[in-house]
């Protein structure tokens, strides 16, 4: 099961330097700073995201789970 949250952690964080990357994009060609806004948020609401399911599979492989 460690396996799968593994999986869901790593599809996470890359995700995370997608919308990291689109927002240096945007800001580099003048975009509009509400999408920038926007970016950030969903870069932010990633990275817990990420975070929370690093943090379960390192619970199951502790817990042998």
Same mark, same amino acid.
């Given at each position: ?22 927002? /240096? ?20 609401? /990633? ?19």
């Amino acid at each position: 099961m460690s396996t799968a949250f593994y999986f869901l952690a790593i599809l996470f964080m890359f995700a995370v330097v997608v919308v990291l990357i689109r927002g /240096l994009v945007n800001m580099m060609k003048g975009g509009s700073g509400n999408t920038s806004n926007k970016l950030m948020q969903a870069r932010v609401v /990633l990275q817990f995201v990420a975070l929370v399911f690093i943090m379960i599979a390192l619970y199951l492989s502790q817990t042998g789970g």
